[in-house]
């Protein structure tokens, strides 16, 4: 592949990565606007049941029952469960936390994958990558700061979260060796669906008005449109490149938080803000320098 070629996929691979962020952003901003009306467990399996029939809806014909075969179903159950465990928890999260403050700490996902690797994995983390995971928690505790607007029983959510979506992040590492990514996003959504469903009929409740069925309905599209997005943009670039720009997400939430909700984060909040996303991206440009290799001859 020559060397424009190449630079056209990663700049593809960007684009594609901002466009997931802001439907993600998107997406909490519709859970957290539910929340207030629908049941947490339905508005869950709304969630899941959009992108379950969607994603069959699109990739069936496309690619019939090549999709479903998989060399591991238990680590794609497993995984699905990772993934409705993270989303219960950011459905109860955002009914009590503000939207920008609450993205900013699920983003520290990344740097507890760092933590996980060295501690269960038994993988080597240089001194350097230490300190990025230890400048991450620190802005997490300057949002969560004793005192603060957010500090209460309502911190164990988004950190409980943050541990599913670290394990979810490193199991999905480990299936992308041997698994297609539209595979693992088939199971992922009818996974959640199917457990979700479990539950719902205790939680169904009829809705007050057609309105709330129209931000459900958002709700899945964005999430839905934004995981396929990541997908897409992950067969263009690694993710060592696109990572830094996950945490576009931060000024995505921070906007929708500021027009929908009136939610404008104070100016310490804002500095963990910033220290969270600098360690991020640092981690990511880290993996960049370590993997780095020489680039071979443009192909002519």
Same mark, same amino acid.
């Given at each position: 592949?020559?060397?424009?070629?190449?630079?056209?996929?990663?700049?593809?691979?960007?684009?594609?990565? $901002?466009?997931?962020?802001a439907?993600?952003? $998107?997406?909490?901003?519709?859970?957290?606007?539910?929340?207030?009306?629908?049941?947490?467990?339905?508005?869950?399996?709304?969630?899941y049941?959009?992108?379950?029939?969607?994603?069959?809806?699109?990739?069936?014909?496309?690619?019939?029952?090549a999709?479903?075969?998989?060399?591991?179903?238990?680590?794609?159950?497993?995984?699905? /469960?990772?993934?409705?465990?993270? /989303?219960?928890?950011?459905?109860?999260?955002?009914?009590?936390?503000?939207?920008?403050?609450?993205? /900013?700490i699920?983003?520290?996902?990344?740097? =507890?994958?760092?933590?996980?690797?060295?501690t269960?994995?038994?993988?080597?983390v240089?001194?350097?990558?230490?300190?990025?995971?230890a400048?991450?928690?620190?802005?997490?505790?300057?949002?969560?700061?004793?005192?603060?607007?957010?500090?209460s029983?309502?911190?164990?959510?988004?950190?409980?979260?943050?541990?599913?979506?670290?394990?979810?992040?490193?199991?999905?590492?480990r299936?992308?060796?041997?698994?297609?990514?539209?595979?693992?996003?088939?199971?992922?959504?009818? $996974?959640?669906?199917?457990?979700?469903? =479990?539950?719902l009929?205790?939680?169904?409740?009829p809705?007050?008005?057609?309105?709330?069925?129209?931000?459900?309905?958002?709700?899945?599209?964005?999430?839905?449109?934004?995981?396929?997005?990541?997908?897409?943009?992950?067969?263009?670039?690694?993710?060592?490149?696109?990572?830094?720009?996950?945490?576009?997400?931060?000024?995505?939430?921070?906007?929708?938080?500021?027009?929908?909700?009136?939610?404008?984060?104070?100016?310490?909040?804002? =500095?963990?803000? %910033?220290?969270?996303?600098?360690?991020?991206a640092?981690? %990511?440009?880290?993996?960049?320098?370590?993997?780095?290799?020489?680039?071979?001859?443009?192909?002519?």
């Amino acid at each position: 592949m020559s060397r424009d070629r190449e630079s056209e996929r990663t700049l593809a691979g960007i684009g594609l990565v $901002v466009l997931a962020v802001a439907c993600f952003a $998107v997406l909490d901003t519709t859970a957290k606007l539910s929340t207030s009306a629908v049941p947490i467990l339905m508005g869950v399996w709304f969630r899941y049941a959009f992108q379950a029939v969607a994603t069959t809806l699109v990739l069936l014909p496309r690619y019939g029952v090549a999709v479903l075969r998989t060399e591991h179903p238990r680590y794609q159950l497993l995984r699905g /469960s990772l993934l409705l465990a993270s /989303s219960t928890l950011a459905f109860l999260s955002l009914r009590h936390m503000p939207l920008a403050e609450f993205t /900013s700490i699920v983003l520290i996902a990344p740097l =507890v994958v760092t933590l996980f690797a060295a501690t269960v994995l038994k993988e080597e983390v240089s001194p350097l990558r230490w300190a990025l995971v230890a400048g991450g928690f620190a802005g997490t505790l300057v949002i969560l700061r004793p005192g603060g607007t957010v500090f209460s029983w309502v911190i164990l959510l988004p950190l409980g979260l943050v541990v599913t979506n670290a394990w979810f992040q490193v199991l999905t590492s480990r299936l992308a060796r041997t698994e297609k990514p539209l595979t693992m996003h088939f199971y992922s959504g009818w $996974v959640g669906t199917l457990i979700a469903s =479990v539950a719902l009929p205790f939680a169904w409740a009829p809705l007050p008005g057609w309105h709330w069925w129209a931000i459900l309905c958002l709700m899945g599209f964005m999430g839905t449109v934004g995981h396929l997005f990541l997908i897409l943009a992950y067969q263009r670039a690694p993710a060592s490149t696109l990572t830094p720009y996950l945490y576009g997400q931060i000024g995505f939430a921070m906007l929708t938080g500021w027009v929908m909700f009136a939610q404008v984060p104070d100016l310490t909040s804002l =500095v963990g803000m %910033a220290l969270i996303a600098v360690c991020g991206a640092a981690g %990511a440009w880290l993996t960049v320098r370590e993997r780095k290799e020489p680039i071979e001859p443009a192909e002519s």
